[in-house]
Nanobody
């Protein structure tokens, strides 16, 4: 079993940047596909980005392409989400998730039901 802890959230003005981190413990994350999701007030949790076991492949929801970058450092057991050009509509709680699956298969990695483990989330607030 793996435990996930997100950090790096906060308040930022529109157009600004934040980098979220997801630190894993319990098992090496190199055996997991990793994803970021977000949930805004009154809305369902939605997919943001995912990264394959080695980091060689990534997948993004259209609304964050060219603004967000997911990366991972398996030696540090950590996954990152670099968020640039933030918009008011990016305001949400951001969650890190881990998928035990061995196969990288978008758009399956974009589904909440694909993931086995979740962090508690970190709040990102973008002021307009």
């Amino acid at each position: 079993q793996v435990q996930l802890v997100e950090s790096g959230g906060g308040l930022v003005q529109a157009g600004g940047s934040l980098r979220l981190s997801c630190a894993a413990s319990g098992r090496a994350i190199s055996t997991y596909i990793m994803g970021w999701f977000r949930q805004a007030p009154g809305k369902e949790r939605e997919f943001v980005a995912a990264i394959s076991h080695s980091g060689s492949m990534t997948y993004y929801t259209d609304s964050v392409k060219d603004r967000f970058t997911i990366s991972r450092d398996n030696t540090k057991n950590t996954v990152y989400l670099q968020m640039n050009s933030l918009k008011f509509e990016d305001t949400a709680i951001y969650y890190c998730a881990a998928d035990r699956g061995a196969i990288w298969a978008p758009p399956l990695v974009g589904r909440t039901t694909t993931y086995d483990y979740w962090g508690q989330g970190t709040q990102v607030t973008v002021s307009s």
